[in-house]
């Protein structure tokens, strides 16, 4: 029986959601083994002077506990 654990991780990036998306499972992989999912919990922009400066994901990322 596998025990899986959830950690809540904010990324963010300048091009766009999907890229924020990435970023933050890239980074994530870097020091989590066993990952299985993840899921978008919220989706925010940085707005300056009436454009989009930055996009903010949250996610929810899904482990394996070895």
């Known amino acids: 029986m596998a025990v ?3 950690t809540k991780i904010t990324a ?3 091009t766009g ?3 924020a998306v990435n970023e933050g499972l890239s980074r994530a992989a870097s020091t989590l ?3 299985t999912g993840l899921e978008v919990v919220s989706m925010k922009a940085k707005v300056e ?4 400066a930055e996009y903010r994901v949250t996610l929810e990322v899904t482990f394996v506990l070895d």
């Open 33 to 35: 083994r066993g990952i």
């Open 17 to 19: 959601f999907q890229e």
């Open 49 to 52: 002077n009436g454009t989009i």
């Open 4 to 6: 899986a654990r959830v």
């Open 12 to 14: 963010s990036s300048t």
